[in-house]
């Protein structure tokens, strides 16, 4: 019998040594300490033997009981080990690793310029409008002074959506709406940045889609003069310093008197240079004195208050502070040029 228990030992000792496994491990216990186990086997041949022996023969399968069981638990306690070395040896972070970079955008630099006008504006106590780009032919016409038979109306290629409504080709539309919403209540003060379109072919210096920004004053004795003096402050701001403007007679239908406003070229601080085709001026924007007509269609009184307006292409001003010759840049998405504008944010 001695001889049967030092075998099942040893093979015990084998198989749990063997054991890779917590579950290699758990079908070695029931092999060997299970019900129908070899162990229990030798505990259920105890009843066959003569009396006196079954005391020492009880003593011997317990103490291999406790051994195997010992064993077992000390395998188990060494698998578990390893396994979790092996773990960590998995789940190791290397910090000498270099980081994963995370993408961040850059602010498009027609919105830089957008937000440098509204910054410039809002210091000066004007308010920032907003308004439909799906517009009103009444709005975007009508109200400014340019009725369905007006000749002005071939001058801006309008996008209809049906005969009252389109694509508000300048951000003139929103100067009226914000007149007709003040309700003859003075003073008006406020600038409307936003996209305008036009059935125009794309080139360098066009694009059926573009951005301009209205400003619009209405008070009592506004004049030419403080236009005058706004936009050569926007200028001087938008440009650097230094920078004059000058008024060129024009023609609008919402504005009498209207002007074309020039400043004095940025690149040659007005000597003459290839930017500026020699002549010392750049165009930038369209301005003048609010119609009378506009001021009364509106609901306010000529006699008693006067204003003025002007649309500045946001294009053109990008593409003359960053030195753009193209248009279509601004609307491509190459990242390559949009990553240029990351030192600007
Ligand atoms: N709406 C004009 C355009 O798109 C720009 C403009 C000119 C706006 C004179 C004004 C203005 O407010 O007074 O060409």
Known sequence: MSEQMDQVLAEALEAIQSAETPE????????????????QALMSAMKDLPKEE????????????????????????????????????????????????????TIHPLILIQQELEDLFLGMGYTVAEGPEVEQDYYNFELANIPKDHPARDMQDTFYIDPNTLLRTHTTAMQMRELEKANG??????????????????????????????GLVVGEHITLADLKGTL????????????????????FPFTEPSVEVDVSCPFCNGKGCSVCKGSGWIEILGAGMVHPHVLEMNGFDPEKCSGF??????????????????????????????????RFD
Not at 24 to 39: C, E, M, N, Q
Not at 79 to 92: H, I
Not at 321 to 337: A, E, P, V
């Open 309 to 342: 307006a002007f649309g500045v292409g946001l294009e053109r001003v990008a593409m003359l502070k960053y030195g753009i010759d193209d248009i279509r840049n601004f609307y491509t998405n190459d990242l390559r040029f949009l990553k240029m504008f990351d």
């Open 185 to 214: 209540q003075l003073p008006i003060k406020l600038i409307c940045p936003g996209k305008v379109y036009r059935r125009d072919d794309d080139d360098a210096t066009h694009s059926h889609q573009f951005m301009q920004c209205e």
């Open 24 to 39: 290699a491990l758990g079908d070695v216990r029931i092999r060997f300490l299970g019900k129908k186990g070899s162990i």
């Open 54 to 105: 079954k005391p020492a023969f009880g003593q011997q399968v317990n103490a291999l009981k406790a051994e195997v069981s010992e064993k077992l638990e000390a395998r188990r306690k060494e698998l578990e080990a390893g396994a979790l070395q092996e773990k960590m040896k998995q789940d190791a972070l290397d910090i000498t690793l270099p980081g994963e970079k995370l993408e961040t955008g």
């Open 232 to 251: 050569e402050y926007m200028a001087n701001t938008m440009f650097g310093a230094g920078r004059s403007v000058r008024f060129r007679p024009s023609y």
